[in-house]
């Protein structure tokens, strides 16, 4: 049966694959923010069936950054937007639904508090409306990168702090009640900067934090995982790293009660940085050790432990032969072994910071994409269970906007094209570029693929649409 694959206007789509499950739940969209730029940091499903993305946004002020928050229904489509901020930079990591219903969102200020910077924690309702905000810091710089859930219905805030006269940084964790009045407030490091970037609770009632230590012994930076008990109080810590500059990124807590952790790993010379992901047990033994990346910058940003007990890593890629950095997601088996992985993006730069798994096996990402304006919008992406976007589909329609014949092939195969596209190129699963060809108009080329046997993505462009089919050269 043939596929038509209808293009969406507005959205122009990189990756677009055939796949029947949960095939109508997929989008990709980008929320339009000229003449400003502005990035999506953090996704979260709504008790209405739609999503929140939190992130930030520039505004007139020169240098100046705002929280931004954005209300979509359950098809991505933007219902709201709304800023906070004062007149200097305003900067949100994170979010978290609190046990009320409403939301938090974290990260540091400059408008507000008594620091350069201080830790902002904004409490909004699921209109948008403020309800509180507070900020928590010193005299010095007080940044914070994520909020939790507490077993005993509080909250925990990780970040970092640099008091004033102080000469270094220190991890920092603050446990608040639900109205974020502090319980305890507690800093965790060496004599050389510290810093603390993600924490869950454990299987037995502590907590586990991940982040970057400089002392202890370190070399250039080393990936620093520490255990706490339900006081905040360190049991034992580890380092993990090479001779250059490692940071533990963010971490999640296996179904053993080990802990699985991503590292930004810049062993290799040059620009090469790739992403790591380390399995330890319940003591911070390592168990198994992967690397995933190519030869160019490839950067971690955020794993979650899925429902069938593996995991799913939100990263940067400019490996892989992209010229510019594409949004990266791979999934992951429970022994860390990659299932598949996906790039997402246009022409130009897109991140990845954040992806989730839904109850129905599905996957939400947010990040920021420069490829459909002329700046920075933050992007929201909904995949299906293999990571793929299906959109559009109709099935049983003809003729299609470019068939190609024979399907599967050896590699030689004649592509009939029913609109004047301009470009083709073929890709494989990681995105690498097989065959390009500049177009003028022609109604039929023929290629004849050097390539191993396989499933590859086909693409005809023009100036309005980007339309792929799988092909298969056996």
């Known amino acids: 049966m043939k596929t038509l694959f209808r293009f969406l206007p507005v959205v122009i789509l990189f990756f677009i694959f055939v796949t029947p499950r949960n095939a109508s739940a997929q989008f990709l969209k980008v929320f339009k923010s000229s003449p400003y730029d502005q990035e999506g940091l953090d996704v979260l499903p709504t008790a209405d069936g739609g999503y929140l993305i939190g992130g930030y946004t520039t505004n007139n002020t020169l240098n100046d950054c705002d929280v931004l928050l954005i209300k979509s229904d359950g098809a991505g489509n933007e219902q709201w937007r709304k800023t906070f901020g004062g007149s200097k930079p305003d900067f949100p990591y994170h979010m978290l639904q609190a046990?009320?219903?409403?939301y938090f969102l974290v990260g540091y200020s400059q408008s507000y508090g008594g620091g350069d910077y201080d830790i902002l924690l904004i409490k909004?309702?699921?209109?948008g409306?403020?309800?509180?905000?507070?900020?928590?810091?010193?005299?010095g710089n007080d940044l914070a990168r994520d909020i939790i859930a507490t077993s005993d219905g509080n909250y925990m805030i990780v970040g970092w702090s640099k008091a004033?006269?102080?000469p270094d940084n220190n991890a920092n964790l603050i446990k608040i009640d639900p109205a974020g009045t502090v319980i305890w407030n507690k800093f965790y490091g060496s004599n050389a900067d510290d810093y603390g970037n993600s924490i869950q609770k454990t299987d037995d009632g502590g907590y586990i934090m991940i982040g970057q230590t400089f002392g202890f012994g370190a070399s250039g930076g080393d990936a620093w995982l520490v255990k706490l008990n339900s006081n905040g109080d360190t049991t034992w810590t580890k380092r993990f790293g090479g001779s250059q500059n490692d940071e533990g990124y963010y971490l999640t807590v296996a179904n053993d009660g080990g802990y699985v952790f991503l590292v930004r790993d810049s062993s290799n010379a040059g620009k090469d940085i790739d992403v790591r992901m380390i399995k330890t047990d319940p003591s911070g033994n390592e168990v198994w050790n992967k690397v995933y990346g190519g030869n160019l910058k490839d950067t971690p940003k955020m794993v979650q432990k899925t429902s069938d007990g593996g995991y799913?890593?939100?990263?940067?890629?400019r490996s892989f032969g992209w010229v510019n950095p594409d949004m990266w997601i791979l999934k992951c088996n429970s022994s860390g072994d990659t299932t598949w992985t996906r790039h997402y993006g246009g022409a130009q730069n897109e991140h990845c910071y954040v992806v989730r798994e839904m109850p129905d096996g599905s996957f939400i990402a947010t990040g920021k994409a420069a490829s459909y304006g002329p700046d920075f919008d933050p992007i929201f992406l909904k995949l299906n269970s293999a990571g793929t976007l299906v959109v559009g589909i109709e099935e049983g329609k003809s003729p299609t906007a470019f068939e190609v014949f024979p399907n599967p092939s050896n590699g030689s195969l004649s592509v009939t094209i029913a609109f004047q596209g301009?470009?083709?190129?073929?890709?494989d699963l990681l995105g690498r570029l097989v065959e390009s060809k500049q177009l003028r108009g022609e109604s039929e080329v023929n290629l004849q693929l050097s390539t191993d046997p396989g499933v590859y993505l086909l693409t005809v462009s023009d100036d309005t649409r980007k339309i792929s089919k799988k092909i298969i050269v056996q």
């Not at 046990?99 to 409403?102: E, Y």
């Open 99 to 102: 046990a009320d219903g409403n």
């Open 124 to 127: 909004v309702n699921s209109s």
């Open 129 to 139: 409306v403020l309800i509180w905000q507070k900020t928590y810091g010193s005299n």
């Open 164 to 166: 004033a006269g102080q």
């Open 312 to 317: 799913i890593v939100a990263a940067i890629s």
């Open 422 to 427: 301009k470009f083709l190129e073929v890709r």
